[in-house]
C-alpha cells in the first residue's frame, strides 16, 4: 500500500480504536445498552468501511501492479478470492 493510503487507512483505524475504547468505557459506566449498541454499530460500520478502502487499494496497487510475475488471470483469481473472504465477513 502506498505511503498516503497507507496513512489514511492507519487514521481511519486509529479512530476505530478509540470508538472501541470508548464503548468500553461506556459498559465499565453502565451507559444504556442500547447507546452502547448505537457506538458498537458505528465502530462496525467504520471497520467495514475501512475493509472497503482497503479491499480497493488492493485491486487498484496489487493487482493491477507492475509486477509481471503474474498472468491477468491469476491476478483476478486472487482478487476474487480476497473478494469472498471479505464478503463473507
Known sequence: MAGSSKQIVI??????????????????????????????AAA??????????????HARECILGDD???TTEERLEELVKVIRKFARS
Open 68 to 70: 509481471d510475475s503474474e
Open 11 to 40: 487514521n481511519r483505524l486509529k479512530r476505530i480504536e478509540g470508538q472501541v475504547k470508548g464503548v468500553q468505557r461506556m459498559i465499565e459506566q453502565g451507559k444504556r445498552c442500547s447507546d452502547i449498541l448505537d457506538q458498537v
Open 44 to 57: 462496525r460500520t467504520a471497520l467495514y468501511n475501512t475493509g472497503v478502502l482497503i479491499l480497493e487499494k
